[in-house]
């Protein structure tokens, strides 16, 4: 569950705004739209809303969860998912009454059959079974649908006690929902207990939700005004109906390309099985060989290829008879603790999160997640788990180009520029060790540190600075998917965030059908097992352009903030959208003339620990986005067989795949061998 929110609030958040608007925003030359502002009508109230949104939160933290922890303890998933549909069941008149407003007759036919099937075979409810056996959907049909169906507009965005997002319209629309809601006028005090009860038993879904909004953005309330906006888009334009989106998400144009042959010396192309060879052919006529190939794999294009790296998991790991906080659930993420240090004197402690093993004498692993990723990293929590279950005691830290590990540093320190990062990086690393093994009187004879993507890049720098001083506080690195130039990579990126820029038509209503497909993948579990994700090109840049965006406008808040120069939010966002990576180097480290920073940021620049050491090892992909063909060849000359090529999966696309863990699962066999001699 934990790891479907995650990734349903990364790509629950990708907007953009209509044509016209979008339009003007090029003209204004800003590199992103302004998101707070395409799915609600105005925050004339931020100020406001800041304040009770931050009160909400206290309480939440104070009183809310504990109720939700207490409940999700007594009661079983099924018990509660079982009581809420029959709620659900019981609310079948404020649906039918705002189907009748809108002239929906579908709605209504829909509605009605699902009421008599489930009040009657579904036992009042308890089960879906008009769903399970006739395969009719529920129409979440409101009376705020209504409203809006009558022309009536939204008004204010408001953010109100406990209430927490709303606007004008939704607050009329939830009078009329209590007024038409059966249990509303069962007044007893018996009857007033089951409505509280309902009331908790409904709302226990969102602490994984607050939690992951509070812990892996700088500004929880800005990720609250997005979700509820696209949210409301999605119901307002029933595409949260699976008839519907079928009939609108097709319009989409994939003959877009994400990179222009014209202006781009390298592009890649691969050619897949060639005479049982794997290679990879670009326009000036490279050649590589793949090591492994995923004999299966359906590619479609290098960026939607890279999103399956959403189906990292390992079979059965996350499931529970138990809701999320419930005390009795003991997955993985449960049973990891978190622990503080202090980075730099009178700064804000870094927190990171570890899992020993009962053996004192256990060996380490360190994981480095990716770009603007934090502790709760879902994947470090998979990577973590493989390496528990060798044997192995685990601390996570959140990538150092993340705005938590920019706040534990100095005011004035701004982070890029990986020289000067990895003498940072290494001194978490060192302080965590040190924590840990006074705190529990442990000795880690053995030590590795693993990354994925800017996390694998750090790893191999933190290898670098070892070898260069002669330490042995790690003894081997493992790398997945590092870039090979910084400044060719954020040139990827800074390409595929302003693919918004290029999509014509209706960005709004093509924006809520791409989140309203992620949303309906998840429900109905369809990427479990899939061969090839049911999004197109259009889809998966703006989705991967709107993360990139997101982790880069985390760090440029936090920055802001810090200043202490007393800009408002607002203020701070407008300089947001007008900044990419590549301006963030510019405005923030050094012009991007500086050939010495440029030498100093790839990896060309360890190339005698690459070419001299045996303790690493990195695993890449022929199709990776990341990195160039000439860059992957030119890796493969220094680390020969250190080095691993998958022959398809893009960037970290290939991680969920058998292949991919049975490698690093020998890789882990074989430091373990070295760990006992």
């Not at 990538?399 to 990062?421: C, P, T, V």
């Not at 800074?494 to 960005?507: A, E």
Request: charged share 25%; with cysteine.
């Amino acid at each position: 569950m934990k790891k479907i929110i995650t990734l349903f609030l990364l790509f629950n958040l990708i907007f953009a705004h209509n044509f016209a608007l979008a339009d003007s925003l090029i003209n204004e030359n800003l590199k992103h739209p302004r998101y707070y502002e395409i799915f609600i009508d105005s925050d004339k109230y931020e100020k406001f809303n800041r304040k009770v949104f931050n009160f909400n939160l206290k309480m939440n933290k104070i009183f809310v969860k504990n109720l939700h922890i207490v409940w999700d303890t007594i009661f079983p998933a099924f018990f509660i998912d079982a009581v809420n549909r029959a709620y659900y069941n019981i609310e079948y008149p404020k649906r039918v009454v705002s189907a009748l407003f809108q002239r929906d007759f579908d709605a209504i036919k829909n509605e009605t059959k699902r009421f008599i099937i489930n009040t009657t075979i579904g036992v009042g409810g308890l089960f879906d079974s008009a769903l399970r056996f006739f395969n009719l959907e529920m129409y979440d049909e409101d009376m705020e649908q209504a409203f809006a169906k009558c022309k009536i507009k939204s008004g204010n965005y408001l953010v109100l006690p406990f209430i927490s997002s709303t606007n004008t319209r939704d607050i009329f629309g939830r009078i009329l929902d209590f007024i038409l809601t059966p249990t509303t006028y069962f007044m007893a005090p018996v009857a007033a207990a089951i409505k509280a009860a309902l009331l908790i038993n409904r709302t226990e879904f969102i602490q994984p939700v607050i939690k992951m909004v509070e812990s892996n953005f700088a500004d929880p309330y800005d990720i609250a005004r997005k979700f509820f906006g696209v949210q409301k888009e999605i119901k307002l334009s029933n595409y949260d109906r699976k008839n519907v989106l079928e009939k609108n998400k097709d319009d989409f144009d994939d003959e877009f390309e994400l990179v222009d042959k014209n202006n781009t010396l390298e592009h890649l192309e691969v050619k897949g099985k060639i005479e049982n060879e794997h290679k990879i052919t670009s326009d000036i006529g490279q050649e590589l060989t793949a090591d492994i190939y995923l004999s299966d794999f359906k590619a479609q294009n290098p960026v939607l290829d890279s999103m399956r790296t959403a189906l990292f998991d390992i079979k059965n790991e996350s499931k529970s008879f138990w809701k999320e906080y419930s005390l009795w659930n003991r997955n993985f993420n449960k049973k990891l603790k978190t622990e503080f240090v202090e980075i730099t004197q009178n700064k804000p402690k870094y927190a990171f999160k570890y899992l020993l093993q009962k053996k004192k004498a256990s060996p380490l692993v360190i994981i480095f997640p990716s770009v603007g990723e934090g502790i709760n990293s879902n994947h470090s929590a998979i990577l973590g788990n493989i390496f528990y279950k060798k044997g192995y005691s685990i601390i996570i830290l959140g990538n150092y180009f993340q705005w938590e590990f920019l706040k534990s540093l100095d005011n004035d320190y701004r982070i890029g520029n990986i020289a000067e990062d990895i003498k940072y990086i290494d001194k978490l690393v060192n302080k965590a060790i040190i924590k840990l093994s006074s705190k529990y009187d442990r000795v880690f004879l053995r030590r590795t540190a693993i990354g994925t993507s800017l996390g694998a890049y750090a790893v191999l720098f933190l290898g670098n600075k070892q070898y260069q001083d002669s330490a042995n506080n790690i003894d081997n690195f493992i790398a997945i998917c590092p870039p090979y130039d910084l400044f060719y990579a954020i040139d990827k990126m800074d390409n595929i965030m302003s693919s918004w820029q290029k999509y014509p038509g209706n960005l709004k209503n093509k924006i809520a059908i791409t989140t309203a497909k992620v949303m309906r993948a998840y429900k109905e579990k369809n990427l479990n097992k899939a061969e090839m994700l049911p999004f197109t090109k259009y889809e998966a840049e703006l989705i991967s352009g709107y993360i990139f965006h997101q982790k880069l406008s985390d760090m440029i808040f936090q920055i802001e903030k810090s200043k202490g120069n007393n800009l408002s939010e607002k203020d701070i966002y407008e300089n947001i959208y007008t900044i990419n990576y590549k301006d963030y180097i510019s405005k923030y480290l050094t012009s991007d003339k500086n050939e010495e920073f440029k030498k100093m940021n790839n990896l060309d620049s360890i190339s005698d620990y690459l070419i001299n050491s045996d303790n690493y090892k990195i695993y890449h992909s022929l199709d990776d986005y990341l990195i160039s063909n000439s860059q992957l060849k030119s890796l493969r000359a220094k680390c020969e067989n250190k080095l691993k090529i998958f022959s398809n999966g893009a960037h970290l696309g290939f991680l969920y795949r058998d292949e991919f863990k049975n490698e690093l699962n020998n890789e882990i066999d074989e430091i373990l061998k070295l760990y006992k001699q």
